[in-house]
């Protein structure tokens, strides 16, 4: 199973909404991200967890809050989010050391 | 500080013509470097990967790219182009952060195939 599973494929939220996404990998990877990404650019790094444990938060704003459960489940919680927001957000997981990430679908938000 | 330059934000070729997607990296450690391709509204999928062992890496879907650390690029190729190659192409290099690795990614190139 070489499978990101990310839900929902879709999003569309108010800016007082609080939602959030779920991604799920059973390639037993201890590190897992959430990428950022606007039409036409590349995937902008947010968030690492390695170990079960936040490591690199790339100065995202509060209204966005990473969570990892257990070593299979990350979720990103969103709240008061702007529309500037909108944009599809890819998880990610990988063993460290081989350094290849395998990706999620993405979860497409909108915000309105 | 370790990153790529992808040369050129689109690229058109005819069925059946040879693939050139450019890509230049710059590091002060041997870099791991890959290639992934996005079709429309889906995830990144990995073509091929450079890990310091051989410089010429084969991938799926006839793709291969060859290191060369002289003029630090990794460059991919695929002989001949299919209409089903049309996608955005992203050249990546991998750096450890603690005890993860992270990508930064260049800034892509759209492969247009025309009939």
């Known amino acids: 199973d070489t499978e990101v599973t990310q839900t929902p494929k879709h999003l569309v939220m108010g800016m007082t909404n609080k939602k959030s996404l779920k991604c799920e990998q059973h390639?037993?990877?201890?590190?897992m991200y959430w990428y950022k990404q606007k039409a036409k650019k590349p995937p902008e790094l947010m968030f690492v967890?390695?170990?079960?444990?936040?490591?690199i938060n790339e100065s995202v704003p509060s209204r966005f809050s990473p969570e990892c459960p257990n070593s299979s489940l990350l979720n990103l919680h969103l709240h008061a989010l702007q529309p500037e927001d909108s944009a599809l957000y890819l998880c990610?997981?990988?063993?460290?050391?081989?350094?290849?990430?395998?990706f999620g679908e993405g979860s497409r938000l909108t915000v309105l | 500080a370790q990153s790529v330059t992808q040369l050129g934000s689109h690229v058109s070729v005819s069925e059946g013509a040879l693939v050139l997607l450019r890509c230049n990296y710059s590091?002060?450690?041997?870099?791991?470097l890959f290639w992934y391709v996005q079709y429309p509204n889906q995830g990144l999928q990995l073509l091929l990967k450079?890990?310091?062992?051989?410089?010429l890496v084969k991938g799926i879907n006839g793709f291969e790219a060859e290191f060369k650390k002289s003029e630090t690029s990794f460059h991919l190729t695929k002989p001949s182009a299919h209409m089903s190659d049309a996608a955005e192409y992203f050249c990546?290099?991998?750096?450890?952060?603690?005890?993860?690795?992270?990508?930064?990614f260049g800034s892509g190139t759209q492969l247009t195939v025309l009939p």
């Open positions: 590091s002060s450690v041997p870099p791991y």
């Open positions: 967890y390695s170990y079960e444990k936040l490591s």
């Open positions: 990546a290099v991998s750096v450890m952060h603690g005890s993860a690795r992270q990508l930064t």
């Open positions: 450079y890990t310091s062992a051989a410089t």
């Open positions: 390639m037993g990877h201890r590190a």
């Open positions: 990610a997981s990988s063993q460290e050391l081989l350094g290849e990430l395998f």
